[in-house]
């Protein structure tokens, strides 16, 4: 409703405007289509007219001309006499007062000029108008290219300075080469025009003087008819919706102090709910542990007899782990005396490789000689140096592949007897540290065997106090069941109360905000009616 009022107010608001300028533009429009349509069209008609006339008289001059001619043609007169006749004729003919005729030929020559007969016989080929135009090359081109035709320039009147723009008329008579001629100012069309403007923009004014007596009449009228009434109502829409206003802030605080005490009441109601919920949990919990903790004491139970067997086969086998320790033992002494007799060998190794290594050294020894004997031989000795040369070669790879032989005989030596005497220690180290901690593992063995025993006694004490304890629990659990039901009929009530109230608490806020459009339209309509 009030949005219709809104649209209704806008409407008559949009029609006082228009009335008030309707008359102004209408006087615009009309004048504008008058100076941009009307007056250019009457400017085209009165240029189009005067051509028009120009041409009728240049029609009627070439008919005379043509009369002339023909009379030359029956031999009438001769053709000389016949154009001393025509330029006399068109020396002197007028039309429409002083309106003249002038003729050229086609090489820019005056022939006949009814204005300035002074110009007779001058060459006109480099005149100009007022804007440059050679006048008389045009003259002549239109009658070479057409035969006839208007052109517009400009020049000044007889007596006058200012150039004014004139249209012409020329046409060709082939006969004689003559380019008859005449034109007309046509300064008069466009006073004529202006005037027309001005005349226009003067009823233009006048237009809009009477349009905004008019607007300033219609805004009295309108004031009185229509924005007075209107200030009334909104006098009387300010009273009502400044009550509405406090009807609804009234009723807003109620309802949010309801609100309050509902939501506090749903969140006791919760908190209810959840402890229930945490007892209940706490009752399945403990029930599962009773029922858990019954069943592991029953395999307790029978673990710690599977545990004293167990622990029985146990001790028979750290018997025979300590029985197998002695055997490492033994095999151990063994291998270490094997490892010395490899040393030993590997000594020999060494002591065969020092016998090597004097070898090489006297072979290399002889070596020498036998190319110090080649030299002496000189060219027969020349052979016996080459296989001397390649033998102290040999001897020098031999020896030092016995040097490489000692070093790793040596190295493979002091390995092996470092080998062994590590082998030895750590082996001896793990098997006292073993024995040792055979001697506890029995020790320990005897002790779980004796605490399996009470495990086994108390398992079964616990198992009959867990049965015990799962009866009270099944006791407990229906009355927290019954409980729980009571709670959620009371949560389900609790939230069908705060979905009402939240339900109204809306209808006051829609109409708070009822209110406040009636204040914005209230408003709106101060605006307009100032």
């Known amino acids: 409703m009030q949005n219709i009022n809104k649209t209704t107010m806008k ?37 189009k007219g005067k051509t028009e006339a120009i041409r009728v008289a240049i029609e009627n001059a070439y008919t005379m001309i043509e009369k002339i001619h023909k009379n030359a043609e029956q031999k009438i007169i001769t053709e000389e006499e016949s154009k001393i006749q025509a330029r006399e004729l068109l020396q002197a003919l007028r039309f429409n007062g002083n309106n003249y005729f002038f003729v050229t030929d086609l090489e820019y020559n005056v022939v006949a000029h009814g204005a300035e007969p002074k110009k007779v016989g001058n060459n006109m080929k ?17 009658a070479k290219d057409k035969e006839e035709g208007p052109i517009s320039y400009f020049r000044p009147k007889a007596g006058q300075n200012e150039p004014l723009e004139k249209i012409s008329y020329v046409k060709l008579f082939k006969p004689w080469g003559w380019v008859l001629g005449t034109g007309v100012f046509i300064d008069d069309v466009n ?35 229509f924005i007075l ?18 009807v609804a802030s009234h009723i807003a605080e109620s309802s949010e102090s309801l609100i309050v005490a509902t939501e506090q009441q749903a969140a006791s109601v919760e908190n209810m709910a959840s402890a229930a919920d945490e007892v209940r949990q706490m009752y399945e919990s403990t029930k599962n542990s009773a029922t858990t903790s019954s069943e592991m004491s029953n395999q307790a139970a029978s673990t710690s007899l599977e545990g004293k067997s167990k622990i029985a086969e146990l001790i028979e086998s750290f018997k025979i782990i300590e029985k197998d320790n002695s055997d490492i033992i033994e095999t151990i ?40 004997e080649a030299a002496r031989a000189g ?44 082998t030895t220690q750590k082996i001896e180290k793990i098997i006292k540290t073993t024995s040792v901690n055979m001697k506890e593992g029995n020790h320990l063995m005897n002790q779980c065997e004796s605490a399996l025993i009470n495990l086994n006694q108390q398992s079964h004490l616990t198992s009959e106090m867990g049965q015990e304890i799962l009866g009270a629990l099944l006791e407990q659990g229906t009355g927290i069941h019954d409980i729980n039901k009571s709670i959620s009929m009371l949560y389900d009530t609790q939230n069908e109360l705060k979905r009402s109230q939240k339900l109204s608490d809306e209808q006051v806020k829609v109409l708070i905000e009822k209110s406040k459009s009636i204040k914005k339209a209230v408003s709106y309509l101060e605006k307009v009616a100032s």
Do not use: W
Not at 126 to 142: A, P
Not at 191 to 207: E, R, S, W
Not at 394 to 413: M, N, P, R
């Open 191 to 225: 006073y004529t025009v202006a005037q027309a403007k001005k005349t226009t923009v003067i009823g233009l004014i006048i237009c809009v003087v009477i349009a905004l007596m008019l607007s300033f009449a219609n805004s009295i009228i309108q004031y009185r008819s």
């Open 126 to 142: 480099e005149y100009k108008d007022s804007n440059g135009v050679f006048l008389y090359q045009e003259f002549v081109k239109i």
């Open 333 to 372: 002494k063994e291998n270490s005396q094997h490892l010395e007799k490899i040393a030993e060998t590997i000594t020999n190794i060494r002591d065969k490789t020092t016998i090597i290594s004097d070898i090489v050294f006297q072979t290399k020894l002889l070596s020498f000689n036998a190319s110090v």
């Open 379 to 422: 060219e027969h000795g020349k052979g016996f140096s080459v296989v001397a040369n390649e033998i102290g070669n040999l001897a020098k790879v031999s020896g030092d592949s016995a040097i490489e032989i000692a070093q790793i005989v040596e190295e493979s030596t002091r390995n092996v007897r470092e080998l062994a005497t590590s």
């Open 11 to 47: 409407e008559r608001v949009k029609q006082f405007f228009q009335a008030s300028i309707f008359s102004f533009l209408s006087s615009i429009t009309f004048v504008l289509l008058i100076i941009f349509f009307t007056l250019p069209s009457v400017e085209q008609t009165a240029r």
């Open 229 to 246: 009434p209107i200030k009334k109502v909104i006098n009387n829409l300010k009273a009502e919706y400044t009550e509405l206003d406090k």
